[in-house]
């Protein structure tokens, strides 16, 4: 049997060089999270069958995701197909007027509605396709996109139906809607703060993309809106495919659009069913003939599987790192090192360094490991409960979207046609700034008593 310091370890080590790995670039995401974790299994002694079935339990976590996923690239990339959006695009790049700004800010307010459902998948769904061609006829930065929708998202997960605090609530008593009660001053401030980072990112990337144009004056709304209709216009004549005609089709793409998010925010069906039923409806709809529909189908395949394969590889990763124990050892050994000097603000500095713990442990072995010994190691101190269990909520909770234990993560990933190295260089100190002052502020006026 191996033990407790060697599973910590060989955890930290496989989460450092995949990580690392993933970072640089040096090798696709499919061979880091499967190879490294499975050499990390065989030296704690796990056999072949053992191994298949850790990489069963992480699959069980992911399928939904999968299917979900690929069906989701696929009904978008049909809508793509037959210019659906673009109208709706040059309106929006009008209504920016030429100001980056107000794009960014927008993007916060969009993702923060869209997450009050507390799916992180269902929100990158609805703001990722949306959002992306705009980012991209403005000559905006995709990463920029991806770290206000994962941030704005992780603010809003502090709602009682979101998974931290129902985790939280199962350990600590209180139930989810008295847990968010007590935090809902702090998620007011971080909504506002979201707000202000979303500005911050817009005036850098107004700087950026004023420098590449070689000016600072104002981006022509105008220019940028033919642009975008002139580029996507070459990029639909480059397709085959013969579409039906009439305005009636233009309407019943978009009511079939809009029943389908009304669907997802209502939670009347899966999303993963809901896009299927939803891709089926637009290949019957759009396409007359079975080629069209297998063109479709053949022309969005690639991309679709291909981050698909990536998310199947995280089940290995997370199959092993959660089934051999790792993930649970990385977080007791943190606790155990601690000096004891520290035992009444043990759960201000777990909660300090929530949103790097969000890389190397679970949300679940964040909670229903570590949260209990901090909860009892500074109840010694007369902390309440609540109090602890909020610091490592609001620590943690910033960090949900930076993790390559994230599923959602993946599917943002592919939805924007990013890489999560580059993602990672500028979401994670961002995210983990973010949750400091967040932190530091809650812990300044009490809320962590």
């Given at each position: 049997?191996?033990?407790?310091?060697?599973?910590?370890?060989?955890?930290?080590?496989?989460?450092?060089?995949?990580?690392?790995?993933?970072?640089?670039?040096?090798?696709?995401?499919?061979?880091?999270?499967?190879l490294i974790p499975i050499v990390g299994a065989i030296l704690t002694g796990a056999g072949v069958a053992e191994i298949s079935d850790f990489y069963l339990d992480g699959l069980d976590r992911v399928m939904k995701v999968v299917v979900m996923f690929i069906f989701a690239i696929i009904y978008f990339g049909i809508l793509s197909d037959v210019g659906l959006f673009e109208p709706v695009i040059?309106?929006?790049?009008?209504?920016?007027?030429?100001?980056?700004?107000?794009?960014?800010?927008?993007?916060?307010?969009?993702?923060?509605?869209?997450?009050?459902?507390?799916?992180?998948?269902?929100?990158?769904?609805?703001?990722?396709?949306?959002l992306l061609p705009l980012y991209e006829a403005m000559r905006m930065s995709r990463y920029v996109l991806?770290?206000?929708?994962?941030?704005?998202?992780?603010?809003?997960?502090?709602?009682?139906?979101?998974?931290?605090?129902?985790?939280?609530?199962?350990?600590?008593?209180?139930?989810?809607?008295?847990?968010?009660?007590?935090l809902l001053p702090v998620q007011g401030v971080a909504i506002v703060l979201v707000f202000v980072v979303a500005a911050i990112f817009g005036i850098i990337e107004q700087r950026r993309t004023a420098k590449q144009d070689g000016d600072h004056q104002l981006v022509d709304v105008h220019a940028v809106a033919e642009d975008f209709s002139r580029r996507q216009a070459e990029e639909r004549s480059k397709l085959e495919f013969t579409q039906r005609g009439?305005?009636?089709?233009?309407?019943?793409?978009?009511?079939?659009?809009?029943?389908?998010?009304?669907?997802?925010?209502?939670?009347?069906?899966?999303?993963?069913?809901?896009?299927?039923?939803?891709?089926?409806?637009?290949?019957?709809?759009?396409?007359?003939?079975?080629?069209?529909?297998?063109?479709?189908?053949?022309?969005?395949?690639?991309?679709?599987?291909?981050?698909?394969g990536v998310i199947l590889a995280a089940a290995m990763f997370l199959g092993i790192l959660d089934g051999t124990g790792m993930l649970e050892q990385i977080a007791l050994s943190l606790i155990a090192i601690l000096p004891a000097s520290v035992g009444p603000y043990i759960h201000v500095i777990i909660g300090l360094l929530g949103v790097p713990l969000d890389l190397a442990t679970s949300t679940d072995a964040y909670y229903f490991s570590v949260l209990p010994i901090v909860q009892q190691t500074a109840e010694a101190f007369g902390v309440s409960g609540m109090g602890a269990a909020s610091a490592m909520i609001v620590g943690n909770v910033i960090g949900t979207f930076v993790s390559p234990f994230?599923?959602?993560?993946?599917?943002?990933?592919g939805l924007a046609r990013g890489e999560m190295g580059k993602y990672l260089r500028i979401a994670f100190p961002v995210c983990w700034v973010f949750s400091i002052i967040l932190v530091l502020g809650s812990w300044a006026v009490g809320v962590f008593v």
């Open positions: 049997m191996t033990s407790p310091l060697a599973l910590t370890v060989l955890g930290l080590a496989i989460i450092v060089v995949t990580v690392g790995l993933l970072l640089k670039g040096k090798t696709h995401p499919i061979v880091a999270m499967t040059k309106a929006l790049i009008r209504a920016t007027r030429g100001k980056p700004i107000l794009v960014t800010i927008g993007t916060a307010a969009i993702a923060i509605v869209a997450h009050l459902d507390g799916s992180g998948s269902t929100t990158f769904l609805l703001t990722i396709p949306a991806l770290t206000l929708v994962a941030l704005s998202a992780s603010v809003m997960n502090m709602l009682p139906w979101g998974g931290p605090v129902g985790r939280a609530s199962s350990v600590i008593g209180p139930s989810p809607n008295e847990i968010w009660a007590h009439g305005t009636w089709v233009t309407w019943a793409n978009t009511l079939i659009t809009l029943a389908l998010i009304g669907v997802l925010v209502a939670g009347l069906a899966s999303p993963a069913s809901a896009f299927l039923v939803g891709t089926a409806l637009l290949m019957a709809l759009n396409f007359p003939s079975l080629d069209d529909q297998s063109d479709a189908l053949r022309r969005h395949a690639p991309t679709a599987l291909s981050m698909a994230s599923p959602a993560l993946w599917l943002a990933l």
